[in-house]
């Protein structure tokens, strides 16, 4: 069965398989845009789609623009299951409002989706949106699964399509700088690189029940691949974060930024193992699933790199916007989202989002010494040109799904590790992990008609 035949009875089902491609064949914007401006559906309208889509402001006079600021761009449609949401956006944006993405993935004249779903969607969305011929820029996480990102990159080259993952800081110039720094030589050998994600975004919360689904919400569209349960707000307005069907927590929904500029930085893959160990400590009678404290630890050829978390410690501060956006660092011991790098020649504190990075040496009479350094900047409108000059180009953008999918697979290792008990997963080289045990966890169950086949 086909996408066609998906978008007649809500199934999908294709063939295929490719390989990375330096340059995509697929068609330009010139080919299917008469004004030469890029047909945009923005597809889930929640805080981050609403960002993506129309922008917001900073402190010192700097936008982040959205989609529909660009000059190139035409916002065709605005799609989400709550309709009141849809048509708010769709009325700011001057385009459609659609209660189904059918209508968007069948529409001719969308040449790219944006895709800010909860994470359940984003793998389903992306293989939907590629195999009717639409670029797609998704927002991280790539998946909910490791089984569902690779289909997503088999998806992307099958149909020649432009992936972009939502992780930003692949286009960020000062990161670009630490890069160059690093492969140049001068942090020396690295053996070590450890990886923080630590906030307040824990509280407890019991799932409310005998609720009646609100008029404008499509629960059953909302939930998609997840098994079917009653309406809950608890779990539409934003727990759904805590909950496994959903999610896996703050470190998938989030932390994999600094998994992901880590990986890039150190210029490292799939790991050979990967285990974790953790539980949820801070408020045990939460209905909450996953972890507040995790510890996970990957193994390299020459190099471990660790990743910690801990979601209730309210004096650990993420970057604010103020540093994101002037020539200010954070201060990096009580940084939420702060990477070490250990070199044999120095240690390189970076922040994700416009943190900036500093690089330091031995310290002399008990005070630091920086050896070089670079502020940094917020980059949104950076990641978002990429994304735009890639559709048009048909290269493969900063931060294309393949990188995404490795990241994303990461945090899944560390998931699945910890609900077996702290196993240690020995990897293949292709990110599939060897544990049979494993495989229940690799790839979840779906619920029709909202699958991902085994051939996209």
Same mark, same amino acid.
């Given at each position: 069965?086909?996408?066609?035949?998906?978008?007649?009875?809500?199934?999908?089902?294709?063939?295929?398989?490719?390989?990375?491609?330096?340059?995509?064949?697929?068609?330009?914007?010139? =080919?299917?845009?008469?004004?030469?401006?890029?047909?945009?559906?923005? #597809?889930?309208?929640?805080?981050?789609?609403?960002?993506?889509?129309?922008?917001?402001?900073?402190?010192?006079?700097?936008?982040?623009?959205? &989609?529909? $600021?660009?000059?190139? !761009?035409?916002?065709?449609?605005?799609?989400?299951?709550?309709?009141?949401?849809? $048509?708010?956006?769709?009325?700011?944006?001057?385009?459609?409002?659609?209660?189904?993405?059918?209508?968007?993935?069948?529409?001719?004249?969308?040449?790219?989706?944006?895709?800010?779903?909860?994470?359940?969607?984003?793998?389903?969305?992306?293989?939907?949106?590629?195999?009717?011929?639409?670029?797609?820029?998704?927002?991280?996480?790539?998946?909910? *699964?490791?089984?569902?990102?690779?289909?997503? !990159?088999?998806?992307?080259?099958?149909?020649?399509?432009?992936?972009?993952?939502?992780?930003?800081?692949?286009?960020?110039?000062?990161? &670009?700088?630490?890069?160059?720094?690093?492969?140049?030589?001068?942090?020396?050998?690295?053996?070590?690189?450890?990886?923080?994600?630590?906030?307040? $975004?824990?509280?407890?919360?019991? @799932?409310?029940?005998?609720?009646?689904?609100?008029?404008?919400? =499509?629960?059953?569209?909302?939930?998609?691949?997840?098994?079917?349960?009653?309406?809950?707000?608890?779990?539409?307005?934003?727990?759904?974060?805590?909950?496994? =069907?959903?999610?896996?927590?703050?470190?998938?929904?989030?932390?994999?930024?600094?998994?992901?500029?880590?990986?890039?930085?150190?210029?490292?893959?799939?790991?050979?193992?990967?285990?974790?160990? +953790?539980?949820?400590? *801070?408020?045990?009678?939460? %209905?909450?699933?996953?972890?507040?404290?995790?510890?996970?630890?990957?193994?390299?050829?020459?190099?471990?790199?660790? !990743?910690? $978390?801990?979601?209730?410690?309210?004096?650990?501060?993420? #970057?604010?916007?103020?540093?994101?956006?002037?020539?200010? &660092?954070?201060?990096?011991?009580?940084?939420?989202?702060? #990477?070490?790098?250990?070199?044999?020649?120095?240690?390189?504190? @970076?922040?994700?989002?416009?943190?900036?990075?500093?690089?330091?040496?031995?310290?002399?009479?008990?005070?630091? !010494?920086?050896?070089?350094?670079?502020?940094?900047? &917020?980059? %949104?409108?950076?990641?978002?040109?990429?994304?735009?000059?890639?559709?048009?180009?048909?290269?493969?953008?900063?931060?294309? @799904?393949?990188?995404?999918?490795?990241?994303?697979?990461?945090?899944?290792?560390?998931?699945?590790?910890?609900?077996?008990? +702290?196993?240690?997963?020995? @990897?293949?080289? %292709?990110?599939? #992990?060897?544990?049979?045990?494993?495989?229940?966890?690799?790839?979840?169950?779906?619920?029709?008609?909202?699958?991902?086949?085994?051939?996209?």
């Amino acid at each position: 069965m086909k996408r066609r035949e998906f978008v007649q009875s809500g199934m999908a089902v294709a063939a295929g398989f490719g390989t990375g491609l330096t340059i995509l064949s697929g068609k330009s914007v010139a =080919d299917t845009s008469a004004n030469n401006k890029i047909n945009i559906a923005a #597809i889930g309208i929640g805080g981050r789609g609403s960002g993506l889509l129309h922008g917001f402001d900073y402190p010192n006079n700097t936008r982040m623009k959205g &989609f529909q $600021e660009f000059d190139d !761009v035409n916002i065709v449609y605005c799609c989400d299951a709550r309709k009141d949401r849809g $048509e708010r956006a769709a009325g700011k944006a001057n385009a459609k409002y659609a209660a189904d993405m059918r209508t968007v993935l069948d529409d001719k004249n969308v040449d790219a989706v944006v895709c800010a779903l909860p994470d359940h969607w984003h793998a389903l969305a992306t293989v939907l949106a590629c195999q009717a011929g639409k670029d797609v820029y998704t927002e991280k996480p790539a998946s909910q *699964s490791g089984w569902e990102g690779q289909k997503m !990159v088999e998806a992307a080259r099958k149909y020649k399509r432009i992936v972009q993952h939502g992780t930003q800081n692949r286009s960020a110039p000062y990161n &670009f700088a630490a890069k160059n720094y690093i492969e140049e030589g001068k942090l020396g050998n690295i053996h070590l690189c450890r990886v923080f994600n630590q906030k307040r $975004e824990t509280s407890p919360f019991k @799932i409310q029940t005998g609720e009646q689904v609100p008029d404008g919400v =499509d629960w059953d569209k909302w939930l998609g691949p997840v098994s079917q349960r009653p309406y809950s707000s608890t779990i539409l307005n934003s727990k759904w974060h805590d909950l496994w =069907d959903f999610s896996s927590g703050d470190l998938l929904n989030d932390g994999v930024h600094q998994i992901d500029l880590a990986r890039w930085l150190i210029g490292k893959e799939f790991p050979k193992t990967a285990y974790a160990v +953790g539980g949820r400590f *801070s408020d045990p009678n939460s %209905d909450a699933q996953t972890p507040d404290t995790l510890i996970a630890s990957y193994e390299y050829d020459d190099m471990t790199l660790t !990743v910690e $978390e801990t979601l209730y410690s309210d004096y650990i501060l993420k #970057i604010d916007s103020e540093v994101r956006q002037t020539d200010t &660092f954070p201060y990096w011991l009580q940084c939420a989202t702060r #990477i070490e790098i250990y070199g044999t020649k120095g240690l390189m504190m @970076i922040g994700r989002h416009g943190g900036g990075w500093q690089v330091f040496d031995r310290p002399k009479s008990r005070q630091p !010494v920086v050896k070089a350094q670079e502020y940094g900047r &917020f980059p %949104d409108n950076e990641h978002k040109r990429n994304f735009l000059d890639c559709i048009r180009s048909r290269e493969l953008p900063n931060a294309d @799904i393949a990188k995404g999918h490795c990241s994303t697979s990461l945090v899944h290792y560390s998931t699945i590790s910890y609900r077996l008990g +702290g196993v240690k997963l020995d @990897i293949n080289s %292709d990110g599939t #992990i060897k544990n049979p045990e494993a495989a229940k966890y690799w790839k979840r169950d779906y619920r029709a008609p909202y699958v991902i086949p085994e051939e996209v």
